[in-house]
């Protein structure tokens, strides 16, 4: 039986609300700020009500900060991002849980630690490995003195000089991040979940340890997915620092580098009405994709925690 407590529904009730204002006030005013005019916005204080220069605002946010093309690189790298980390995570995860292999714990426990390294502490050697993945085989090449060994048969000094450059590319973007530790640890705890009496099932019935990953672990596992995938969406595509460092073409530039570009400065015209039309225009895919999959994530969320 529920009892009712009204002075403590009366409180709680209060208290979201006053959350909700603390967050929607905010998101409130840079709606007002993008509706109104250069000379309007720049008053003090600012206006409660909304202008009426709110799409044209957008439109010129949308052509200065070039969307069309930043939008579908954000697009590319978020889902790109999104689906490696799953994937790498869910067969890590996997290997670790039901696989007897030596070391199998200390590889875990190597993968959970790497949570303390973000990707801001090892910006500078990952930038150095993107821009040349070649590198870990020159250094083999160079060890084996691989170019000495061939001009000693061929007679001719050659040099042996491996590059792969991804600067500027979909795959450097988006590689470095794929590795996720929380992720692995998470379908680690899940699978951890399932009962023994299902692999042993599957093992007399014949199922190779991939169809049973693929036709049972895979299955349960959607909701739990479907819930990482949001948040792993919007690690994606709110990702600053790497973009900012790796892209040198404005053409590889993604919406939050964009957004950058509308930001006045001292030596330009004070458009924060522009500004803030471009910073909800790349609010709007994140948002879409939470209320969409809102129902999958609360659903997520809840049978993790069973």
């Known amino acids: 039986m529920v009892e009712r407590a009204p002075v403590l529904n009366f409180f709680c009730h209060a208290i979201l609300i006053a959350g909700a204002l603390i967050v929607c006030v905010p998101l409130y005013f840079a709606f007002v700020a993008g509706s109104l005019t250069i000379g309007d916005v720049q008053k003090v204080p600012l206006s409660w009500l909304p202008g009426d220069q ?28 999104t689906a490696g980390k799953i994937v790498v995570s869910l067969l890590s995860a996997f290997a670790i849980t039901y696989f007897r292999f030596r070391y199998r714990m200390l590889a875990f426990w190597l993968i959970f630690v790497s949570l303390m390294l973000p990707i801001e502490v090892r910006i500078v050697p990952t930038f150095e490995a993107v821009a040349n993945a070649a590198l870990p ?12 060994l061939w001009s000693w048969i061929s007679g001719h000094e050659i040099t042996i000089a491996l590059e ?4 500027n590319t979909y795959p450097g973007l988006i590689l470095p991040l794929m590795a996720s530790a929380t992720a692995t640890f998470l379908f680690r705890q899940f699978f951890l979940t399932v009962p023994d009496e299902l692999c042993e099932a599957a093992r007399l019935d014949g199922a190779s340890p991939l169809r049973f990953f693929w036709s049972i672990l895979l299955p349960l596992s959607v909701p739990n997915m479907v819930a990482l995938a949001i948040i792993l969406f919007l690690f994606g595509w709110n990702q600053y620092l790497w973009p900012l460092l790796f892209t040198t073409d404005k053409d590889m530039a993604t919406a939050v580098i964009a957004l950058k570009s509308l930001i006045p400065r001292s030596d330009s015209e004070p458009a ?10 790349t609010m709007l895919p994140p948002t879409l994709v939470i209320l969409l999959l809102q129902r999958w994530f609360l659903k997520g969320l809840v049978d993790s925690s069973k």
């Open 54 to 81: 709110f799409f044209a605002n957008l439109q010129a946010a949308w052509a200065k900060a070039n969307f069309s093309r930043t939008f579908v690189n954000s697009v590319v790298v978020a889902f790109g991002i």
């Open 137 to 148: 085989l020159q250094w083999v090449v160079d060890a084996l003195h691989v170019a000495d």
């Open 164 to 167: 792969w450059n991804m600067v």
């Open 272 to 281: 924060w009405n522009v500004a803030m039309s471009g910073a909800l225009l």
